[in-house]
């Protein structure tokens, strides 16, 4: 992520979300070095989480490979503990969440009851 403008604003919403839906969040700091924004834990499940932003509504799964193929890249390069899970959440034009987990060769669609 060296280099890499973070999408502060998104990434304060999408932890304020997380603490709504229920996790504990932990912060992660961009001088680290690595590919993540945040981690969440709740009931026994950990979680690193990128954010990304898109610009035009398109959250189906290949879309989400396409235009978020180098944030996926880079967090699955990363070396975790079995039974730490990796998340892409977006955020599109419409300001509403979509999560994915990343898992290591495809990425799924987290369906979230956001009430």
Do not use: N, Q
Request: proline content about 4%; overall charge positive.
């Amino acid at each position: 992520m060296t280099g890499t403008r973070w999408p502060v604003i998104a990434i304060t919403d999408a932890k304020r979300k997380a603490r709504t839906w229920g996790y504990k969040v932990i912060d992660g700091a961009p001088d680290t070095g690595l590919p993540i924004h945040f981690i969440i834990h709740d009931r026994g499940c950990t979680s690193i989480v990128r954010v990304r932003r898109l610009k035009h509504a398109a959250y189906r799964v290949e879309d989400i490979e396409r235009y978020c193929a180098e944030a996926i890249r880079e967090i699955r390069t990363l070396a975790l503990p079995e039974g730490i899970y990796r998340e892409l959440w977006v955020r599109g034009p419409d300001r509403t969440w979509y999560r994915y987990l990343v898992l290591k060769d495809s990425i799924e669609y987290l369906e979230y009851d956001d009430g």
